[in-house]
T-cell receptor, first 114, second 115 residues
Framework: KAGVTQTPRYLIKTRGQQVTLSCSPI?????VSWYQQTPGQGLQFLFEYFSETQRNKGNFPGRFSGRQFSNSRSEMNVSTLELGDSALYLC?????????????FGPGTRLTVL | AQSVAQPEDQVNVAEGNPLTVKCTYS??????LFWYVQYPNRGLQFLLKYITGDNLVKGSYGFEAEFNKSQTSFHLKKPSALVSDSALYFCAVPQAGGGADGLTFGKGTHLIIQP
């Protein structure tokens, strides 16, 4: 079974631009979560989607948004990029049976904002 | 709010020696606890989880974790360290909220195994 895939793997943008990142979960997984990883703040939860609905959201500004499609693939968008948005963005999927099952992470998208 | 703390930024261990990576937790209700590992330029990999039951949980790659309710700790251990165990280790707890997902992570501990 294929793992969680994220595209693109690397991205360079300039301040003020917007960016869209994509995540394809493991087949059969309907829960998708997004995280931001930076050296200073560590791993922080962005949001979680289940069956095309956002169920939970972390403490990030409204410039960060996401959505989930009927095939469970998810995208996150960051508008009006700032230098501080440079980070590794990780996506994770989880099997719906059992809230406390482990999450499976993709390799991440490394975003650099210049 | 659910939280975990990893008090050590870095742990250095000689190859072949036992290792411990520390984690303490603060949760309401029954704790559900996870350990993940991250190798350079990679995503996180699941190591093990504590849901309920035995206080010693066995996981991947020979790792185990000891749950201690009185000390609110969930330390990661391995009897004999390998150089290939060198990585960044995260302790995590599910965020509160019925039915919703999302993990709260500790700040991470760099484990360095010296040959």
């Amino acid at each position: 079974k294929a793992g969680v895939t994220q595209t693109p793997r690397y991205l360079i943008k300039t301040r003020g631009q917007q960016v869209t990142l994509s995540c394809s979960p493991i087949s059969g997984h309907r829960s998708v979560s997004w995280y931001q990883q930076t050296p200073g703040q560590g791993l922080q939860f962005l949001f979680e989607y289940f069956s095309e609905t956002q169920r939970n959201k972390g403490n990030f500004p409204g410039r960060f948004s996401g959505r989930q499609f009927s095939n469970s693939r998810s995208e996150m968008n960051v508008s009006t990029l700032e230098l501080g948005d440079s980070a590794l963005y990780l996506c994770a999927s989880r099997h719906p049976q059992g809230k406390n099952n482990e999450q499976f992470f993709g390799p991440g998208t490394r975003l650099t904002v210049l | 709010a659910q939280s975990v703390a990893q008090p050590e930024d870095q742990v250095n261990v000689a190859e072949g020696n036992p290792l411990t990576v520390k984690c303490t937790y603060s949760v309401s209700g029954n704790p559900y606890l996870f350990w993940y590992v991250q190798y350079p330029n990679r995503g996180l990999q699941f190591l093990l989880k504590y849901i309920t039951g035995d206080n010693l949980v066995k996981g991947s790659y020979g790792f185990e974790a000891e749950f201690n309710k009185s000390q609110t700790s969930f330390h990661l251990k391995k009897p004999s360290a390998l150089v290939s165990d060198s990585a960044l280790y995260f302790c995590a707890v599910p965020q509160a909220g019925g039915g919703a997902d999302g993990l709260t992570f500790g700040k991470g501990t760099h484990l360095i195994i010296q040959p």
